[in-house]
């Protein structure tokens, strides 16, 4: 009798799985390390497929790979700010933030890298992938706050509250990931608020923007975990008025 190896099920990959797999293996990697201490051979290895096959579908080399990792990135932190526009503002706002920071915990080394800047991978390119992706934050923000024509200082707040949890996110990874996520978020949620509220003593855009958020706001909600923390705080203060 005669007895047959058995054999393993292959199957060819066809060209947009191969390239998912490839982002896949360099987006792990990013993740871990930054980008200039990444390899095409480290690449090639995580994806269990040999250098010149990296080059075939990459052949601008790291660079080019880079670039597409960023994007992909970029797709998917765009993607954090996509909720549905249903019910009180503020919770929609934390599910937001709690997909963005779970992206910010699993991709930490390489967000730091990407933020920061400062690696030789850096480019204009580069530079702008991000900035697109700041972008299409702070324009669902402002369609959660039901703004079609937003003014001037309206827009600058939300992209200063973009820019304030970017530099938090970067923070908390230096500080351990401390405090726990939980916290902040809803630290990051309230710092919202405050922004919008300071900025509404100043626009009356903004000013009905405010009311019209918190009327729908819940005392149970981040709303009012807030007022209850800051009047303490402001309560003595009437000699201002």
């Keep these: 009798m005669t007895s047959e190896a058995p054999t393993r099920a292959y199957r060819r990959l066809s060209v947009e799985e191969r390239r998912s ?9 990013f993740a871990q390390r930054a980008p200039e201490e990444v390899s095409l051979d480290d690449v090639a ?4 497929v040999s250098r010149p096959l990296v080059y075939r579908y990459f052949p601008g080399g790291k660079q080019q790979l880079y670039e597409a990792a960023l994007r992909s990135a970029a797709e998917e932190l765009r993607e954090c700010f996509d909720e549905p526009r249903e019910g009180p503002l ?4 934390s599910r937001a ?3 963005y920071l779970a992206f910010v915990d699993q991709h930490d080394a390489g967000f730091s890298a990407l933020l920061q800047g400062g690696s030789v991978a850096e480019t204009s390119r580069t530079t702008a992938i991000v900035d697109g992706v700041r972008r299409a934050a702070a324009e669902h923000i402002l369609g959660h706050l039901g703004v079609e024509e937003p003014g001037t200082r309206l827009r600058m707040t939300v992209r200063m509250w973009i820019t ?4 938090a996110s970067l ?3 230096d500080e351990d990931k401390q ?5 902040l978020r809803d630290w990051l949620v309230e710092q919202f608020v405050a922004c919008l509220v300071a900025t509404a003593g100043r626009d009356a855009q903004t000013a009905a923007v405010v009311r019209a958020a918190l009327a729908l706001e819940s ?4 709303a009012g975990t807030l007022v209850r923390g800051v009047l303490p705080v402001v309560g003595d203060a009437g000699h201002l008025l």
């Design 97 to 99: 933030l709690d997909r």
């Design 171 to 173: 923070i908390w990874l």
């Design 90 to 93: 503020l919770p929609r706002l």
């Design 21 to 29: 797999q490839l982002l896949g293996a360099a987006l792990s990697l």
């Design 164 to 167: 304030a949890v970017e530099a």
């Design 45 to 48: 290895e995580a994806a269990g």
């Design 179 to 183: 405090p726990p996520v939980g916290e």
């Design 219 to 222: 005392a149970e909600g981040p």
